[in-house]
């Protein structure tokens, strides 16, 4: 059985899709949902707040600079793709990891 991965390694960094929930309880990973990550946010998609929300949470869990963070997809969606610019094989290691753990902080 092939298990596909929510992400596509690019030639500069890592292309990622997400399903975001904006105005949850609390930020955090909360597992799968298809073939997405999905993501707990607590400010609300409102002017935009959510979006910076989810760069500032990629920004320190890739220990990557929010700069290197980019949306390509789904700036008014919960269904999202986010481009990291960056060292692959670090942005790789860190959602393997998320991947094979059971996302304890759901």
Request: proline share 4%; net charge positive.
């Given at each position: 059985m092939v298990?596909?991965?929510?992400?596509?390694?690019?030639?500069n960094?890592?292309?990622?899709a997400l399903?975001?929930?904006?105005?949850?309880?609390?930020?955090?990973?909360a597992?799968?949902?298809g073939d997405?990550?999905?993501l707990?946010?607590?400010?609300?998609?409102?002017d935009?707040a959510?979006n910076?929300?989810l760069?500032?949470?990629?920004?320190?869990?890739?220990?990557?600079?929010?700069?290197?963070?980019?949306?390509?997809r789904?700036?008014?969606?919960?269904?999202?793709?986010v481009?990291?610019?960056g060292?692959t094989?670090?942005?790789m290691?860190k959602?393997?990891?998320?991947l094979a753990?059971?996302?304890p902080?759901?």
């Amino acid at each position: 059985m092939v298990i596909s991965r929510p992400y596509l390694i690019q030639e500069n960094g890592i292309r990622i899709a997400l399903h975001v929930l904006p105005g949850s309880s609390k930020t955090a990973w909360a597992g799968l949902y298809g073939d997405r990550l999905k993501l707990k946010l607590t400010e609300k998609a409102i002017d935009g707040a959510a979006n910076n929300a989810l760069i500032a949470f990629l920004s320190k869990f890739l220990d990557q600079p929010k700069s290197s963070i980019t949306i390509l997809r789904g700036h008014t969606n919960k269904d999202k793709t986010v481009f990291v610019a960056g060292n692959t094989k670090s942005i790789m290691e860190k959602l393997d990891e998320l991947l094979a753990s059971d996302y304890p902080n759901a």
